[in-house]
């Protein structure tokens, strides 16, 4: 079965959590569609379970919304 999706890279940042700036890192894919994404982790919570999780659902509402189309006129 082929992969959903495919990390295709990953940079450190800063991210607000709504009082300070914190360290996290930015982690860019692409899905089996073709659709590119992008999710921001902050590095407490930069694992691989976390950073899966995250990819997966931003991976289906990417493709899912890529698919649709306007009404017919």
Partial sequence: MAAK???TGQRQT????????VPAMI???RTADGN?????VPHSEYTVA?????VT????TIDAIGKLSGPET
């Fill in 27 to 29: 982690i860019s894919f």
């Fill in 50 to 54: 976390t950073v899966t999780e995250l």
């Fill in 5 to 7: 999706w495919t990390v």
């Fill in 57 to 60: 659902r931003a991976a289906e």
């Fill in 36 to 40: 590119l994404g992008s999710i921001e």
């Fill in 14 to 21: 800063t991210v607000s959590n709504g009082l300070t700036y």
